[in-house]
């Protein structure tokens, strides 16, 4: 029965976001670094002569003038003493141990730099199933032609992190090892880790965005001789909301998709081609923008079958088509899809492209979830539209 086929659907879209709606994926653990000397000994005022140095303990960033950032994620800058050079020049990458003075002119060396790990660039060759080791790719310094396999063994604090990574990923990972960093033999324990990224420009987002946007339109373009809105004309010659809800919806996913798989490719080549999964959220929106449209068909078939001068052909179609009925009256059920429609999209948008900002050497990525409150929303919207749609004339 027609009125049992609507009832199940309805239900179906106001029941399906509550069930499966989920909050948005956790995000993976930020780097975890060692908690010793994670807060280094500061009291930001000029140490009084004679007093005892302070102590620090860092990543290098930054050789000449030497920045170290901290394994909290404090930088700070230092200075040797006049006339006189380290004995040790640090390289980027090496994590120092150091003391120094905080004087009105800045930090000022005390004694040594003492380079204690390395910070080597790689890519994950396997992990333990327990996630207590990482055999990492790399090249020598030295002889950077030569490919090597370096082993770190990982402690308790950073396995949550390891269980997110995959074999191809591509990640930094700052080590000391058993004796001295320089021994021949030795146990590398991992004191920082974290994937590789590339940081993209704000500009750069928005354009590949729309630039994949521009792209789907030429391709419409062709294919419909000139006339791309005909992808969301009903056959009455109006435009179809429901068509116009699942091409715009549709369109946008696409077109984040593939922004996010070239920045992918202009970061890490080719080998990060693909890899981008679908959360769940934003799985089910888009099959309710599908089922809306296959839904408002079936029910607009239904009504006409057999009844051929029910819908009659508008002379020419118009924009306020997509919130109006078949006697051009507002309907506030259209209205209200369109509306939350394009709400979806614009918020969609943003997160695409603020997710575009750090491009991480991941095999797999999943592109932004929407939030459960959207999708619930949406898929009110849809219901309303689909109930009028079989209720009015609409």
């Known amino acids: 029965m027609p009125g049992e086929k609507l009832f199940y659907t309805l239900a179906f879209l106001l029941l399906v976001p509550r069930a499966f709606a989920q909050e948005p994926p956790q995000t993976p653990p930020q780097p975890a670094v060692a908690s010793e000397n994670a807060k280094p000994q500061d009291d930001r005022t000029p140490s009084p002569p004679g007093a005892n140095p302070l102590n620090f303990e860092g990543i290098v960033i930054q050789a000449m003038p030497l920045e170290v950032k901290s394994m909290s994620g404090e930088i700070r800058q230092f200075f040797p003493r006049e006339k006189e050079i380290p004995i040790v020049q640090p390289k980027t990458g090496d994590l120092v141990k150091l003391t120094y003075e905080h004087t009105p002119k800045g930090n000022i060396l005390k004694g040594e730099v003492k380079v204690v790990g390395r910070t080597i660039v790689g890519t994950i060759k396997e992990i333990a199933i327990d996630m207590s080791w990482l055999v990492v790719r790399t090249r020598q310094p030295d002889k950077p032609e030569n490919e090597i396999n370096i082993p770190l063994q990982v402690d308790k604090q950073f396995q949550p992190l390891v269980s997110a990574m995959r074999s191809g990923d591509g990640i930094n990972a700052t080590f000391v090892r058993d ?216």
Do not use: C
């Open 179 to 394: 004796g001295d960093v320089d021994a021949m033999d030795g146990i590398n324990h991992v004191k920082s880790l974290e994937w590789q990224s590339k940081v993209v420009g704000r500009g750069a987002r928005w354009f590949s965005l729309i630039g994949a946007l521009v792209s789907l339109w030429v391709i419409a373009f062709i294919f419909t001789k000139g006339h791309p809105a005909a992808l969301f004309l009903g056959t009455d010659n109006r435009y179809s909301s429901s068509k116009f809800q699942t091409v715009l919806w549709f369109t946008l996913v696409i077109s984040a998709y593939i922004a996010i798989v070239s920045h992918r490719i202009a970061a890490a080549g080719w080998t990060y081609v693909g890899g981008v999964d679908i959360p769940p959220n934003l799985l089910i929106l888009s099959g309710i923008s599908v089922l809306t449209f296959a839904a408002a068909k079936a029910i607009t078939t239904g009504k006409v079958e057999g009844k051929p001068d029910m819908k009659t052909n508008a002379s020419a179609p118009r924009a306020t088509n997509l919130i109006t009925d078949d006697n051009n009256k507002t309907d506030l059920g259209d209205f209200q899809m369109v509306a939350i429609t394009i709400l979806a999209v614009i918020i969609y948008a943003i997160s695409a492209v603020e997710f575009m900002e750090h491009i991480e050497f991941r095999r797999v990525v999943t592109m932004p979830d929407v939030d459960a409150t959207m999708l619930s929303i949406f898929g009110l919207g849809q219901a309303a539209y689909l109930g009028k749609k079989a209720a009015g004339e609409g």
